[in-house]
């Protein structure tokens, strides 16, 4: 798919490994130390009309050929209860395919849908049983398994999620793929699928291992990644938790591309460097959703130390509502502490 357009390589490989792992479903797991499955929740970033996220996603549902039909993906979600009953449909199975990852998110502003992302959050860990169980018409989900392909700009990306969003369990089950486009191709070549054999996924079924001599490896990025994690902001810190989940689950593809269940240090090297990328990744995109808390605790730190001296000293370039979300995630965080009597915000 490299030469079909000018879209980051970042994007195929993203695509592919959630189409492989959507392909995979149930049929392999990996203890860590429940069961851990190939699903992604995969979001491309990058501005409109430039990096070509859509053609990227596009071509990679085209790749599936024959397979496309077994996957049948949903292009819009609406309800909690109307994706459980599409899995259900699906025997338990569903990829969503979101041109604009932000539109699932305005959905949740509606009182029928209040409860999607927190299903969505759910189901990322691929419960054995699902459902909504209210008196009337219950629906129950079994062996569910729930991947996402979408994409998104940062400007409809911070419009459409909050802070509380992201720090309540979506963020670090997200992949977010940033990119670079490369240079104009004024004439794509035509896509070819020949060596892309679908089917070959279907072959692999079991708990895969991790062979020993890959182990020092995965201490020493496991090591590596906890001390990170202890120096890093509280934002950084929860958006990367599952970078080891998102690792393993890309060993667990490409050990099923190479027709085995034993994840070996070739596997984990590509796969942690994979790992790293979705950590720089999110790095880069930290500053777009953390800006406000910077400046509200810096503001707080010089003395206004209220919510209406924020408002006032913040307000004329940051939202109220921005603002008020921003002190409402610190305070969720522990870094500040609000006194009741005198209504002081308090740094901790």
Same mark, same amino acid.
């Given at each position: 798919?490299?030469?079909?357009?000018? @879209?980051?390589?970042? @994007?195929?490989?993203?695509?592919?490994?959630?189409?492989?792992?959507?392909?995979?479903?149930?049929?392999?797991?990996?203890?860590?130390?429940?069961?851990?499955?190939?699903?992604?929740?995969?979001?491309? =970033?990058?501005?409109?009309? *430039?990096?070509?996220?859509?053609?990227?996603?596009?071509?990679?549902?085209?790749?599936?050929?024959?397979?496309?039909?077994?996957?049948?993906?949903?292009?819009?979600?609406?309800?909690?209860?109307?994706?459980?009953?599409?899995?259900?449909?699906?025997?338990?199975?569903?990829?969503?395919?979101?041109?604009?990852?932000?539109?699932?998110?305005?959905?949740?502003?509606?009182?029928?849908?209040?409860?999607?992302?927190?299903? =969505?959050?759910?189901?990322?860990?691929?419960?054995?049983?699902?459902?909504?169980?209210?008196?009337?018409?219950?629906?129950?989900?079994?062996?569910?398994?729930?991947?996402?392909?979408?994409?998104?700009?940062?400007?409809?990306?911070?419009?459409?999620?909050?802070?509380?969003?992201?720090?309540?369990?979506?963020?670090?089950?997200?992949?977010?793929?940033?990119?670079?486009?490369?240079?104009?191709?004024?004439?794509?070549?035509?896509?070819?699928?020949?060596?892309?054999?679908?089917?070959?996924?279907?072959?692999?079924?079991?708990?895969?291992?991790?062979?020993?001599?890959?182990?020092?490896?995965?201490?020493?990025?496991?090591?590596?990644?906890?001390?990170?994690?202890?120096?890093?902001?509280?934002?950084?810190?929860?958006?990367?938790?599952?970078?080891?989940?998102?690792?393993?689950?890309?060993?667990?593809?490409?050990?099923?591309?190479?027709?085995?269940?034993? *994840?070996?240090?070739?596997?984990?090297?590509?796969?942690?460097?994979?790992?790293?990328?979705?950590?720089?990744?999110?790095?880069?995109?930290?500053?777009?959703?953390?800006?406000?808390?910077?400046?509200?605790?810096?503001?707080?730190?010089?003395?206004?130390?209220?919510?209406?001296?924020?408002?006032?000293?913040?307000?004329?370039? =940051?939202?109220?509502?921005?603002?008020?979300?921003?002190?409402?995630?610190?305070?969720?965080?522990?870094?500040?502490?609000?006194?009741?009597?005198?209504?002081?915000?308090?740094?901790?």
């Amino acid at each position: 798919m490299g030469h079909c357009s000018n @879209y980051p390589l970042s @994007y195929i490989y993203a695509s592919f490994l959630t189409l492989s792992g959507h392909l995979l479903g149930r049929s392999v797991f990996f203890r860590f130390p429940t069961p851990l499955y190939p699903n992604f929740y995969t979001c491309l =970033i990058g501005p409109s009309g *430039i990096t070509h996220k859509s053609t990227a996603m596009a071509l990679a549902m085209e790749s599936l050929g024959e397979e496309m039909r077994g996957v049948r993906p949903l292009r819009s979600v609406t309800t909690s209860r109307g994706l459980l009953q599409e899995m259900q449909a699906r025997d338990g199975s569903a990829l969503v395919w979101l041109d604009e990852f932000a539109t699932l998110m305005n959905k949740k502003r509606q009182d029928f849908a209040a409860d999607l992302l927190s299903r =969505i959050v759910e189901l990322y860990a691929c419960p054995s049983t699902a459902g909504n169980y209210t008196g009337y018409d219950p629906i129950e989900v079994k062996n569910s398994f729930l991947s996402i392909l979408s994409g998104s700009t940062v400007e409809w990306l911070r419009s459409g999620l909050t802070n509380n969003d992201l720090m309540a369990g979506l963020g670090n089950r997200m992949s977010f793929v940033l990119g670079d486009a490369r240079k104009d191709n004024p004439m794509p070549k035509h896509p070819y699928w020949s060596g892309v054999k679908w089917d070959k996924l279907l072959r692999v079924q079991g708990e895969m291992t991790l062979e020993e001599d890959g182990l020092e490896l995965w201490k020493k990025f496991y090591a590596k990644h906890s001390l990170r994690a202890k120096r890093a902001a509280p934002f950084t810190r929860v958006m990367n938790e599952r970078v080891p989940e998102k690792v393993l689950k890309t060993a667990m593809v490409i050990a099923a591309w190479n027709g085995t269940k034993v *994840i070996d240090v070739e596997i984990l090297g590509w796969a942690i460097d994979w790992g790293e990328y979705l950590y720089e990744s999110m790095i880069a995109l930290t500053p777009a959703f953390e800006q406000a808390d910077h400046q509200v605790l810096a503001a707080i730190k010089d003395g206004e130390d209220t919510r209406q001296q924020i408002f006032k000293v913040l307000g004329h370039t =940051i939202p109220v509502k921005r603002l008020r979300e921003s002190v409402d995630n610190l305070k969720w965080l522990g870094l500040l502490e609000q006194r009741e009597v005198e209504g002081h915000l308090v740094p901790m």
